[in-house]
T-cell receptor, first 115, second 110 residues
Framework: DTGVSQNPRHKITKRGQNVTFRCDPI?????LYWYRQTLGQGPEFLTY??????LEKSRLLSDRFSAERPKGSFSTLEIQRTEQGDSAMYLC?????WGVGSPLHFGNGTRLTVT | EDKVVQSPLSLVVHEGDTVTLNCSYE??????LLWYKQEKKAPTFLFML????IEKKSGRLSSILDKKELFSILNITATQTGDSAVYLC??????????FGKGTRLHILP
């Protein structure tokens, strides 16, 4: 168990550029989640996957955000035409879904700064 | 809309004090309630609660759930400076979507 890995750790980009983040979950985990967290706030749900299927995408997310999980392994989160309001910590988490639910295991996040 | 509300949002106490953190929720399909501790980066799991009235304990930390009144508390006794962190409450909805509250920022003074 090597834990959830996220890359890059930090990303600084100019407004209008596209960025892509990667998350490698714990290998046997079938659920993968993306959250966004800003200073002083709890993690805000973005989207989640069961294997390769995207189950839900937050209504708060604009069409500039897209996530994929090809083959049910790693996942990518892409933000197109970044805006300053996208600056945040993007957290990935995974879990092994079974009957009564299971806790999330988080990665250390990717901190995005849009200038 | 499903929501999780934590109180207080911040708390400052002296080392050795006991603290109680609160979490209330309004959701359509409850499965479980989870507590996490977040220091610098990744939240780390503390407790998962599924049944009312059954206390979960880990050292100086304990938590209990009331499914009738829709709330949970997290207690920390004999606080230490290492307990300083943001404590997050989350609810696992029946479709495994997990939503978080804003957290309680706890600061322990030496």
């Amino acid at each position: 168990d090597t834990g959830v890995s996220q890359n890059p750790r930090h990303k600084i980009t100019k407004r209008g550029q596209n960025v892509t983040f990667r998350c490698d979950p714990i290998s046997e985990h079938n659920r993968l989640y993306w959250y966004r967290q800003t200073l002083g706030q709890g993690p805000e749900f973005l989207t989640y996957f069961q294997n390769e299927a995207q189950l839900e995408k937050s209504r708060l997310l604009s069409d500039r955000f897209s996530a994929e999980r090809p083959k049910g392994s790693f996942s990518t989160l892409e933000i197109q035409r970044t805006e300053q309001g996208d600056s945040a910590m993007y957290l990935c988490a995974s879990s092994l879904a079974w009957g009564v639910g299971s806790p999330l295991h988080f990665g250390n996040g990717t901190r995005l700064t849009v200038t | 809309e499903d929501k999780v509300v934590q109180s207080p949002l911040s708390l400052v106490v002296h080392e050795g004090d006991t603290v109680t953190l609160n979490c209330s929720y309004e959701v359509t399909n409850f499965r479980s309630l989870l507590w996490y501790k977040q220091e610098k980066k990744a939240p780390t799991f503390l407790f998962m609660l599924t049944s009312s009235g059954i206390e979960k304990k880990s050292g100086r930390l304990s938590s209990i759930l009331d499914k009738k009144e829709l709330f949970s508390i997290l207690n920390i006794t004999a606080t230490q400076t290492g307990d300083s962190a943001v404590y997050l409450c989350a609810v696992d909805l029946r479709d495994d979507k997990i939503i978080f509250g804003k957290g309680t920022r706890l600061h322990i003074l030496p």
